[in-house]
C-alpha cells in the first residue's frame, strides 16, 4: 500500500504537507526559489558573486516599504525535504561571513 511521505515537524515539513495537501507532483523537475536575507544592507559583492557561479538567475531585491531586501536563487531540481534542507544549510553557511543567512524557499504551484 502506498504511504504517505514523512516530514519533520519543522517550518519546511510545514511546506512540504501544504504542498502535499494543495496535490503538488513531486515527482515533477520545477524551479525552486530559494532566498538569503542580511542582517545588513547591502549583500557583499562577493557572495553574490559565488551565488551567481553556483545558480541560476540570482536576483537582487534591494530594501524597499514592503520589508528588508534580500537575494533569491534558482534551482531546477526535484524538490525534497533532504535536498532543499541540504541547499538551506550550505548557503547558510557560505553566507554567514557576510551576515547572511537562507531559511526561506518556495516553489510556483499551479492551482
Known amino acids: 500500500m502506498f504511504s504517505k511521505p514523512r516530514w519533520p515537524n519543522d517550518a519546511d515539513g510545514d ?3 501544504r504542498m502535499q495537501k494543495s496535490g503538488f507532483d513531486f ?7 530559494f532566498n538569503v536575507d542580511f542582517d545588513a544592507w547591502p549583500p557583499s559583492e562577493e557572495l553574490v558573486s559565488t551565488l551567481r557561479s553556483q545558480f541560476k538567475n540570482v536576483k537582487i531585491y534591494s530594501p524597499d516599504s514592503n520589508g528588508d531586501g534580500y537575494v533569491q536563487f534558482v ?3 526535484v524538490p525534497t525535504y533532504e535536498l532543499v534542507t541540504f541547499i538551506q544549510k ?3 553557511e ?3 561571513q557576510f551576515g547572511g543567512v537562507c531559511e526561506s524557499w518556495g516553489v ?3 492551482v
Open 15 to 17: 511546506v512540504f504537507r
Open 27 to 33: 515527482d515533477k523537475t520545477v524551479d525552486i526559489d
Open 75 to 77: 534551482l531546477n531540481a
Open 90 to 92: 550550505s548557503v547558510s
Open 94 to 96: 557560505m553566507a554567514a
Open 108 to 110: 510556483l504551484q499551479e
